[in-house]
Nanobody
Framework: QVQLVESGGGLVQAGGSLRLSCAAS????????MGWYRQAPGKQRELVAT???????NYADSVKGRFTISRDNAKNTVYLQMDSLKPEDTAVYYC?????????????????WGQGTQVTVSS
């Protein structure tokens, strides 16, 4: 059993900053890619940024130069530093991680999602 718990969302004015965190816990064997996605009201969930275990990153064009993804492998945690926030960044942000976990002697692998954290940017 694996859990992803996000924190750090909130209300901020345009131009401000927020830092999201997502910690994975449970019977974890290894974590490969981790990432952040977001879903605004009435829209589909979209990729924001991803990071491999080795630190290679990928960003949506809409956040390049403003958001920075990072991770601490020792803490099974991924971060999203969001600067120069815009009203169009308002959404529920979800953490995602590709995890191998175990239950007894059986190993499982697959995508895991957090519960989401609300980010609201006022104009």
């Amino acid at each position: 059993q694996v859990q992803l718990v996000e924190s750090g969302g909130g209300l901020v004015q345009a131009g401000g900053s927020l830092r999201l965190s997502c910690a994975a816990s449970g019977s974890i064997f290894s974590i490969r890619a981790m990432g952040w996605y977001r879903q605004a009201p009435g829209k589909q969930r979209e990729l924001v940024a991803t990071i491999t275990r080795g630190g290679s990153t990928n960003y949506a064009d809409s956040v390049k130069g403003r958001f920075t993804i990072s991770r601490d492998n020792a803490k099974n945690t991924v971060y999203l530093q969001m600067d120069s926030l815009k009203p169009e960044d308002t959404a529920v942000y979800y953490c995602n991680a590709d995890i191998t976990w175990y239950s007894g002697s059986i190993y499982y692998a697959g995508d895991n999602w957090g519960q989401g954290t609300q980010v609201t940017v006022s104009s």
